[in-house]
Every structure is written in structure tokens, then in C-alpha cells.
């Protein structure tokens, strides 16, 4: 039973407030709060909400709260904001995860449209640029740290090493297109688990969250499912339908009124397609986004992928909000009729709502249904395989990283009926390996805190431009 202070003796209304005792206006606070906090990616991020959702306020438990994250791993797109709207979901249904999901990407989108504008008129200034290459070596640090993270929670056998090592071989040497990678290692882990092979047995990949283990029957929503997250044919339809028409509606508009080719209909293409494939998280969709925004369509530079990214890594919200300055940059540099800073802040908006708005209709439209399906083992399975390749595809994303942030030039080399990309040696870049080198050092060594590391690799890198006089 939920605890009697949480209790309330008033029947259910029919409306989106279920009898737990806590206040759509309280639930809102929460969340103001919650992404006021939501820095450092989304371990951290999903560190935080247990913290303050499950520890402090009781609202669930720690089972509810790993299989509601279970569900979002399992989901396209940012992990962190999509568990932020099935809990604010399950407090208060469709408010409750509008509120929830808006809140948590809301100050990340203002800071990284702000400093979009600020990259776009003083990118080409000394200062910023030294600002930037001090953040890339930080940058790279971080996302080899996100490797080994996931890898020491994901590959606890020689089958998650073989998903994780072929995940990597598959898009680093052959291309793979990664929904395709992503896809086979969850029918090999379904697979696996429907069959009750050993391997696929062994737990979901998390793990124990926070600090402290909260039991269901002590939380305000207590162990059973809530009158209103149950299954209804008749709102899931209503919600789907209003949820699809907002995001493809838009899409749909420029590609009458624009036409193909148009920047602006090639950003709401590529990241409605996005939306349906970044499987993995943030970082594991940032190596196919970079190396589609600078090879095929010419929106950034190799080096601008890392600067968005930093920009992200510093702001509160989803780290996949660093799409945002990749649609900004895109329609920067091509604005048409429009001016470029005005087409900028358009192409961001575009980009972050094709991406987010697809995460209400995931949640909205699956979640009632999971949460009658809280013990599946093959979709734990499922998700222990996802998880396992996504290591891999992590790992894709740093070497990619790290060739563009070490070394000045890359060469092609025809490997087995492909090509990949090897660095140029004598183009090695000193000052940023010095620098990788002492991030990785704090990050691995000594155990300095993600926001520490950019700030000092940010102020180095200001400080050797004027030592160089770039400044």
C-alpha cells in the first residue's frame, strides 16, 4: 500500500489527476526542478530524477522506476526526457507527461539557441575558437568515459562482447546503417531471452540506480497499476492521432510548399527520420548525425560537431539537443531569402521539434500497455542487447572523435570491398593531444567531475591562443 501520508480517501476523478495525494502544481515544481538539474547526460540526468523522484518525494519505486527506464532504453531517442515523461505520465496521464517532457528539454533548448547565435557571430573570433578546441579535447575524454561506463554495466559475458565488438566492426569498417545494427542486436537479444539462453539472462543492463532502494508499497503511487495508465483503445488512438498530425504535419508543409532540397526540408526529413532510429541515446546517434551533417549534406565542419557537442554537455537537458545546432548551423549557412541568424533560429526550432515531439507519442502510445507488462523477460533480454551494442556504437562515435580532433588529415584505405578513414600521422595535432591526454588523465585518474574538466580544457584552450597569438 502507498504510504498514509500519501493516501487520500477522495474516489478517482475522471479527469487526468489520480488519487495519490500529490498536486499537479507540486508535480510541476518537481519538474521545473528537475530540469533546472538535468546536466551531465543522461547518467546523470536519470541519477538525479531517482534521486529526487524515488528518494526524496516517494513517488515510485525502485521496480516501477527501472522498468519505466527499461521501456525508454528500449525506445528511439533521448532515454533521460522520455522516463521524465512516462513518470510524469503515470503521476497525472496526458498533463502530467506534457509538463514533465516540455520542462526537461525547455532550458536546455533556450541555452543551446543562445549559444548558437553566439557561435554563429564569433565563431570565426580567436577567443571562441580557442574556446573550442579546449572543450573538443574535454569532449572526447568524456565520451570515452561514456565507453567504458556502459561497458562495465553492459558486457557481463562473451555474448554482450561479441554484440558490442560486432556493433563497432559493422558501422566503423562496413557502414552499416545504424538502425539496421541496433535493430539486429535487439532480435538477437529477444531471441536469445524467449529461448532462455544463459548469456541473455542476466539482468537488464542497469542495475540499481540511486542510493537508496525504495520499495513500491512504500511510495505514493504504491505496487498496483493506476485507474488511469490503464490500456484504452480509444484514448491511445486519439493520442497517437493528435501526437503524429503535430509532427508530420509540419514536415509534410515543406515538402509541399519548399520542395526537395530546400534546407529547411532536408532538416525536418533527416531528423524525422532520426526520431524513429537514435536507438541508444545521444551518444550513440551522434556519429551518424556528424558524419551525415558534414560529408552528405555540408551543414558543419568536421571540428563543429564537437563544438555542438560541448555546448551540450555544459547545458542542462537531453545531450541530443546538440541536433538543435546542427539544424541552426545548416540553415545559417543556407538562409535563402531569409537573414542567416533569422533562418538559423528557424532550422533549430525545426530540428528540435521533429526530434522531441516523436518521444510524447512513444510514451503516450506504449506505456500504457508496459505498464501491464512489468516482468518480460524477453524484453529485458532484448534490452541487455541493445545496450551491449550500443558500447560498440559508442565506441564508433570516439574513434570518429578522436580522428578529427588529433589529426589535421585523413586519408582513405580500401579495406576488404570498403573504405575507411586512417589518420595522416605527420599531421598529428600536438597542443590537442597534450590536452586529450590531461582530460582523459582527470576524467580517468583522478575522477574530476564532467564540468570541471570542460571548464579547465575551455580556459587552456583560451589560454594557448593568446601564447600563439591567435587572439
Known amino acids: 500500500m502507498a504510504n498514509a501520508e500519501n493516501t487520500v480517501t477522495a474516489p478517482n476523478r475522471p479527469d487526468d489527476t489520480p488519487d495519490h495525494g500529490i498536486s499537479f502544481a507540486e508535480a510541476t515544481r518537481v519538474w521545473a526542478r528537475v530540469a533546472a538539474l538535468s546536466f551531465g547526460g543522461p547518467a546523470g540526468q536519470i541519477a538525479m530524477m531517482h534521486r529526487i523522484i524515488v528518494e526524496e518525494k516517494r513517488w515510485i519505486g525502485e521496480t516501477r522506476f527501472l522498468h519505466a527506464l527499461n521501456y525508454c532504453t528500449l525506445l528511439p531517442g533521448p532515454e533521460a526526457q522520455q522516463l521524465a515523461i512516462y513518470i510524469g505520465w503515470l503521476m497525472h496521464k496526458t498533463r502530467g507527461g506534457l509538463v514533465a517532457g516540455i ?3 525547455l532550458p536546455g533548448a533556450i541555452a543551446i539557441m543562445a549559444l548558437s547565435w553566439i557561435y554563429a557571430i564569433l565563431g570565426n573570433v580567436g577567443a571562441v575558437q580557442a574556446l573550442f578546441f579546449g572543450l573538443k579535447a574535454a569532449v572526447l575524454a568524456i565520451v570515452l568515459e561514456a565507453v567504458l561506463r556502459i561497458g562495465r554495466r553492459a558486457l557481463k559475458n562473451n555474448a554482450m562482447i561479441g554484440l558490442a565488438a560486432a556493433a563497432f566492426i559493422a558501422l566503423f569498417f562496413f557502414h552499416a546503417p545504424f538502425p539496421l545494427v541496433i535493430l539486429a542486436a535487439g532480435v538477437i537479444g529477444y531471441v536469445g531471452g524467449r529461448a532462455g ?5 542476466s539482468g537488464n543492463g542497469h542495475g540499481k540506480v540511486g542510493g537508496k532502494q525504495v520499495a513500491d508499497a512504500d511510495t505514493a503511487l504504491g505496487e498496483g497499476v493506476p485507474a488511469h495508465t490503464r490500456p484504452s483503445i480509444s484514448w491511445s488512438l486519439k493520442i497517437a492521432t493528435v501526437c503524429l498530425l503535430l509532427w508530420l504535419v509540419p514536415v509534410l508543409a515543406l515538402l509541399v510548399f519548399l520542395g526537395q532540397g530546400n534546407v529547411f526540408t532536408d532538416i525536418a526529413i533527416f531528423f524525422s527520420k532520426m526520431a524513429m532510429v537514435t536507438f541508444g541515446g545521444a551518444y550513440a546517434v551522434l556519429a551518424y548525425v556528424a558524419q551525415q551533417g558534414v560529408e552528405h549534406y555540408g551543414w558543419l565542419k568536421p571540428g563543429e ?3 555542438g557537442l560541448g555546448m551540450a554537455e555544459t547545458t542542462p537537458g537531453p545531450l541530443i539537443m546538440v541536433t538543435q545546432f546542427v539544424g541552426f548551423m545548416g540553415a545559417y549557412r543556407a538562409p535563402g531569402m531569409l537573414s542567416p541568424l533569422v533562418a538559423g533560429t528557424l532550422g533549430g526550432l525545426l530540428t528540435t521539434w521533429v526530434t522531441f515531439v516523436p518521444c510524447f507519442l512513444w510514451i503516450f502510445l506504449g506505456a500504457p500497455f508496459m505498464e501491464t507488462m512489468r516482468s518480460n523477460k524477453a524484453l529485458s533480454a532484448a534490452l541487455s542487447a541493445i545496450t551491449a551494442a550500443v558500447v560498440g556504437v559508442i565506441l564508433n562515435l570516439a574513434v570518429w572523435f578522436a580522428l578529427h580532433v588529433l589529426f589535421r588529415d585523413l586519408r582513405e584505405v580500401s579495406w576488404l570491398g570498403t573504405t575507411v578513414d586512417v ?9 590537442s593531444l597534450v590536452l586529450t591526454v590531461g582530460a582523459l588523465l ?3 585518474r583522478f575522477k574530476i567531475g ?4 570542460l571548464a579547465t580544457c575551455s580556459v587552456l584552450g583560451v589560454l594557448y591562443g593568446v601564447a600563439t597569438g591567435s587572439i
Do not use: H, R, T, Y
Request: no cysteine; aromatic share 18%; hydrophobic share 70%.
Open 103 to 105: 520542462l526537461f528539454v
Open 197 to 201: 539462453w544463459a548469456a541473455f539472462q
Open 305 to 307: 560537431m564537437l563544438d
Open 423 to 431: 589518420p595522416v600521422f605527420s599531421s598529428v595535432n600536438l597542443p
Open 442 to 444: 582527470a576524467v580517468f
Open 450 to 453: 564532467m564540468i570541471p574538466v
